[in-house]
């Protein structure tokens, strides 16, 4: 196995539990409440932020990832800022659900799993890259932006078909408010159950 499909294989089994409790997880407070508008409110903000990041390392980084190695734009400032970006969509996710279980799942699973992802890709590159690799590590922070690192070149080359999967990709997050209102009306007429609210009332 690729280590491209063992890292897809194990990011979509640490999802699995997260489409779980937003099929069957509902919270506590009114739907109409202003606690509810707030937390999506939020959810929106943390979605348009993942999109913006993945969007931004995509015009770096698109059909070249493990070709060549990309220390530019948002590469320059932090070693992984796509896994950053899906970090934000997730924690966005779970607040435009208002699911706090969701949130709570994300600190648990998600973090952990792509810490475990990244040093395998990090084996991999150091394989790849050799010195020019660990030279990089050695200068940029894996997760943590270092700002004053910042640098790029006036223009790059933007892959089409890479462009053409986020512009896909970004469609699919968009949609997601618009589940979330499809998954209340389903719980409403108890089409599909509620097996839990958390918080617990």
Do not use: Q
């Not at 966005?92 to 949130?103: A, H, P, T, V, Y």
């Amino acid at each position: 196995m690729t280590l491209r499909k063992l890292r897809v294989n194990v990011l979509r089994l640490a999802f699995l539990p997260i489409v779980f409790v937003g099929l069957f997880v509902r919270p506590s407070w009114a739907l109409e409440s202003t606690m509810a508008f707030l937390v999506e409110l939020g959810g929106f903000v943390f979605l348009l932020a993942g999109l913006t990041v993945r969007i931004w390392c995509t015009f770096y980084i698109g059909g070249r990832k493990s070709k060549e190695l990309i220390t530019t734009g948002p590469f320059s400032i932090c070693r992984n800022p796509l896994y950053a970006g899906t970090f934000l969509l997730a924690f966005g996710i779970g607040l435009c659900f208002e699911n706090m279980l969701m949130l709570l799942l994300v600190l648990v699973v998600i973090i952990p799993t792509h810490v475990l992802v990244v040093r395998l890709e990090e084996g991999h590159l150091e394989g790849v890259f050799g010195e020019e690799y660990r030279l990089y590590k050695e200068s940029t922070p894996r997760f943590l932006p270092r700002i004053r690192n910042y640098r790029s070149p006036d223009t790059v080359s933007v892959s089409v078909h890479a462009i053409r999967r986020i512009a896909m990709d970004t469609i699919a997050v968009l949609l997601l408010p618009e589940i979330e209102d499809l998954l209340e009306v389903l719980h409403a007429h108890g089409i599909l159950p509620v097996l839990w609210h958390f918080p617990p009332a």
